[in-house]
């Protein structure tokens, strides 16, 4: 009989202290021992806040792809995050990604193909993820927490192919701040019908309706589309070209 992988638990002690072992205890590229470790780690982490601002604000109109970095080449959705960067890459979108394999590469790819701005802000991670090659700029961060920060003030568009955990995190990081108005309205866009219409129903029966957790107004931060050219046609919608003198 087929026995599922279980992620395993680990016992608690009263010493235990995550902001000890897990925040401030030196990533591989840092030293290994001392109490200098934890100074660096801080140091550390204000680089990467430094590194990706500056390298953000070279970029004044952007669309952030998300979505599974296991998604293959060949699947539908890769071939369409493609397409949709491709086209927004034309009219002066820097197209930015996570920067790992799947929908962040297709982005990345579609941006490269076109000769537009690709950028990837990775994470360094155990498995799965490492710097795709179709970026023109990019940045590898050590901490979640802090591209993150990077990924969601990244941007003026977002689009979120089906994806893991990490998507969902994103999408609700971006609906939250929008629904507290902690950053203004702005195009957030769910690609793919058949993985997101269920979760578009259950915010509705559950969320909505059945515990009033939510607004009705909060269903409409985002928009679910199906194809390159609803989503393309969606987001031109709401950007003025004349304001920056960008492309028409």
């Keep these: 009989m087929f026995e599922k ?23 591989s590229s840092l030293a290994k021992n001392g109490d200098a470790t934890q ?9 990467e806040f430094v590194q990706g601002f500056e390298l953000l604000r070279e970029h004044s109109l952007a669309a952030t792809f998300w979505g599974s970095a296991r998604t293959n080449p060949d ?6 995050a493609e397409a949709l960067a491709a086209k927004l890459a ?3 979108f820097s197209i930015i990604s996570g920067g790992g ?16 701005k690709s950028v990837g802000l990775n994470i360094l991670l155990p498995f799965e993820q490492k710097l795709n090659p179709y970026t023109t700029q990019s940045l590898n961060f050590d901490f979640f927490f802090s591209r993150k920060v990077m990924l969601t003030f990244a941007s003026e568009v977002y689009v ?5 955990f990490g998507t969902l995190d994103e999408l609700f990081e971006i609906v939250t701040l929008i629904q507290t108005k902690k950053i203004e309205p702005i195009p957030v866009l769910l690609y793919g019908k058949e993985y997101w219409q269920p979760f578009v129903e259950l915010f509705e029966k559950q969320l909505l309706h059945k515990f009033g ?27 003025d070209f004349k304001a920056n003198n960008l492309q028409i």
Excluded: Q
């Excluded at 799947?102 to 537009?116: H, L, Q, R, T, W």
């Excluded at 979120?160 to 893991?164: A, D, E, I, S």
């Design 39 to 47: 100074s660096w780690r801080i140091f550390r982490i204000m680089s």
């Design 75 to 80: 699947d539908r959705y890769y071939k369409e």
């Design 90 to 92: 034309k009219k002066d």
């Design 160 to 164: 979120y192919f089906p994806g893991g």
């Design 5 to 27: 992988k279980k992620h395993k638990i680990k016992k608690i002690t009263p010493d235990d202290s995550r902001v000890e072992k897990e925040l401030l205890c030196p990533p």
């Design 101 to 116: 394999p799947g929908i962040m590469e297709a982005s990345n790819v579609g941006a490269f193909k076109v000769g537009g």
């Design 213 to 239: 957790t939510i607004s009705e107004e909060d269903m409409s931060i985002f928009k679910m589309v199906d194809t390159v050219d609803e989503a393309y046609d969606y987001i031109m919608k709401h950007v």
